[in-house]
């Protein structure tokens, strides 16, 4: 039976070109294109395009691998650059990868007789920059902290590279399936204070935020987001839906992080 894949690409000329070439060499090579149903999907861009290709593919995950590819800046989940387009269907054609799994974040938003759930493989975060916003937090059924501010954030392992860095959260290493809580622009003073650290959580871990009022803030989820009006609480625990990630190229975590950053 022939392999088949699929190509989600960056909308630039340069990613749409990378795009032919990737399926003229494959096709050449004996694989089929398939966009309803492949074994392994390229995402030419950079981690927002393969943000973009794991929520395309969501329903696919447990047959479906994924490979990123370059086509501008560097990103934590491509391993091939545009240049090294031979390089990468001489390995997907010819090896076999070592599959890196991530578990997705299972967020569950509910409200007055309504209940919606999302998926997210980086993070997702509540931010409200209209007024300042009030959360309980719920961790494993009991009560944490009230935080005022901004927002949260609540990461992977492999997200926390991403938006949760930029918010001085941790960086934590491959093949530590942890949860990452951390504040955006908390408030901090004598009458009102909260914990004002990232939190690091056990896999198993599931946290509930729960407001009166979320008007005028904003549910993010990896590149998606919608807004929040009458949902009163946010349910978010680790998924068993689960991203693979095919690595072809010999890589430790640490080596990937230190050219990255």
């Not at 975060?125 to 901004?150: A, C, H």
Request: net charge negative.
């Amino acid at each position: 039976m022939k392999q088949t894949f699929a190509v989600v690409h960056r909308p630039d000329e340069t990613s749409r070109q990378l795009k032919t070439e990737l399926a003229a060499k494959l096709s050449e090579k004996g694989w089929a294109e398939d966009e309803k149903q492949p074994d392994l999907v390229f995402a030419i861009g950079g981690d927002g395009t393969f943000l973009y290709a794991v929520h395309e593919y969501l329903d696919q995950l447990e047959s479906v691998k994924f490979v990123g590819i370059h086509s501008g800046t560097l990103g934590f989940f491509c391993d091939y650059r545009c240049d090294e387009m031979d390089l990468c269907v001489q390995d997907v054609t010819h090896r076999s990868p070592q599959c890196e799994s991530a578990r997705l974040l299972q967020v569950t938003v509910r409200g007055e007789n309504q209940e919606k759930t999302v998926y997210a493989l980086n993070e997702m975060r509540i931010e409200n920059v209209t007024k300042t916003q009030l959360m309980d937090i719920d961790i494993n059924g009991s009560f944490f902290e009230t935080f005022r501010g901004t927002g949260l954030c609540l990461c992977t392992q492999i997200g926390s590279t991403a938006y949760n860095r930029s918010l001085g959260g941790a960086v934590i290493e491959s093949g530590l399936p942890l949860l990452q809580l951390s504040e955006i622009t908390g408030i901090h003073h004598r009458a009102y204070r909260s914990l004002a650290s990232p939190l690091i959580l056990r896999p198993e871990s599931v946290i509930r935020l729960r407001s009166a009022s979320f008007e005028g803030a904003f549910l993010c989820y990896d590149h998606l987001c919608f807004n929040l009006n009458a949902e009163t609480e946010i349910e978010v625990l680790q998924s068993q839906k689960q991203v693979q990630i095919a690595r072809y190229r010999d890589l430790a975590y640490l080596q990937r992080l230190r050219i990255l950053f």
